[in-house]
């Protein structure tokens, strides 16, 4: 038997397809106005409506918008891949004529650090990362302290004392978050343990419920999380566990459940740099957002927070604005119980962007 | 003893399995016909969107709704398939390539995405979800509790679909006619069997299990719509249907094997043993891609049983 294909139909199938999907891609970046605006764009590493760490700072986009109107164009692009196809993002990006680019995922930062090289003009802001120049901030939030609020009420939760705790990637940002969550938790409950599970993966929702199961298999009684997606909490749910949820309220996924979470509120901070850059008067810097600046907080608690819980942690927080006390001051030791921060010492901004060891209490590797 | 790390990873193999049991049975019948489809991944997500979409704003009583979802779901998924049948059986494009750009076209940042965002499905969870049918008692029972007992209706209406596409292959007429169309259009042809009609049928019937398969992701493991929330599945589920050597009840086994697999190493961490991720990641994509390896050499594939027209379009005059 010989092969013959129509020579049209192959041809056909594939450009209607390219058209299609060229036209659904562009389709995801909405644009809001269509004046003479200062155009600005933000890079997200999921979907803008992840329920999540994405969403949130697409919130804060959206309030740049509402705060500035006509004077701003605001866009977005979603489900930006971390690796060579950043690039290709900004640099579209730049050739739409953006003006200031918010990047808010750790793993844009090469491209970023090489785009603010090559577009001297371009204002860049990258978030979570430590590479700051001329042309490109560096911002983030204090998230440990908002962490380190939501883990005691996961510690007042805990009747075994185990909590699990559901991790991307074993970098330094999610090490602090984790030794914030495992210390809170002891201050509410002394002697937690908080088993961690490594995904890999910033959102993928088949992997987190995979190691939320896998935690409550392995006794966990409380579940926290340190990931994008709200698959943690359905699970959560579904089994009568107490869950802590992160970056948005959630509380949707886990309505019995939901105990709190961690929360950014971006919106202030865009919107002091957009306008900043209308004005003329645009800086670089390296921000550490707070709870004092509002930049860090707590998402309304669910049902399961008890009044006593709920007072415990107002307290840690006005502490924790008027710095009278950091989670991160010593003494504080190590996984092996080695001492790490002795008495009267206090990890610095600086060192728990490096930080690579986990605190007492916790169960799993800081490799991953 | 249900906490173990066997009993554990046996159960989460039946869970995790059943979508891509649902999509390998869907692409078995159609490549019986001899028409392979690579878009299963593409109609997994389009089913896991629609299917989503009809629960959330379906009114009426729990079980109707998901009824009618997975009904949705199988529809969507056959509506895509309808494209590549029409590709591949009417106009006789390349079956690899058509495939292929569906997935394109409906996968992750595709239709599928594009649906999630305009249909606003995104940020809540499904209002209904299969959940377990047994009581609690039974689902306790040692070993068996968690894998036989624990499960949703899904599971179990896999098991009943294995059997009948089993028996329908085997043991009825129109099943013997699917594989003589995929063995030897010619010859079908010959014996007065509507060669084009067959694989329209069985490739929209094999789209419409992968949109259910789709659906068990939306509905069941994960309910709610995210995007890319199939996560390659429709890749292994086709990898799976050589793996199986076009059986049915290989696909069962082979879909747990494949879903015990992506769960271990998270039980494994569990258990406070970490081996390195990018292996236990990976390893499912490789055997995915040895298995399109060897099906892509005509040799090869009929050393393992596979339909013998398979990828082949069928003209009448050419004979």
Redo the contacts between chains.
Sequence with gaps: MTKRKFGFALPLALAAALILALGVSTGSARTQKKAAALKAAWMYVGPHNDNGWSQAHDKGRLYVQAQLGSKVETTYKELVPEGPQTTQVIESLIRDGNKIIFATSFGFQPAMVAAAKKYPDVKFEMATGTAQSANMAEYFGAGEDGIYLSGMAAGAATKKGVIGYVVPFPIPEIIRHANAFALGAQATHPGARIRLIWTNAWLDLGKEKKAAQSLVAAGADVLGQNVDSPATGQFAESKGVPWVGYDSDAHTFAPKQWLTASIYNWGPYYLRKVKALLNGTWKTNFYYGSLKDGMIGLAPYGPKVSAKTKAAIARKKQALINGKFYEFAGPLYDQKGKLRVPKGKRLTVKDLYAINWLVRGVIGSAKG | MN?SLVV?VLA?GVL?GTPLLYAALGELLAERSGVLNLGVEGMMLVGAVMGFWAVQRLPGPSALVLAAGIGVAALAGAAMAAIHAF?VVT????QI??GL??T??AG????S??LG?DLKL????ARHQF?EVFPKSLQDLPVIGPMVFGQSLLVYASWVCVILVALYLTRTRTGLNVRAVGESP?AADAMGVNVAAYRYAHTLVGGAFAGVGGAA?SLS????W????T?GAGWIAIALVIFAFWRPTLCLLGAYFFGAF??LP??L????V?VA??LF?TLPYVATIVALVLVSSRAARLRFGAPAALG??Y?RE??
């Design positions: 906490n554990v989460s995790y590709l106009l006789r494009a390349n390539v058509s750009a569906l394109i076209f992750a940042a595709g239709l995405s594009y965002n995104t940020g809540s969870p959940q010619a992701f493991i994960t309910p709610q995210a995007d890319g929330l996560g992506t769960a998270f039980a961490q569990g258990h406070g970490t991720p990018e990641q082949l379009p003209v050419e004979r």
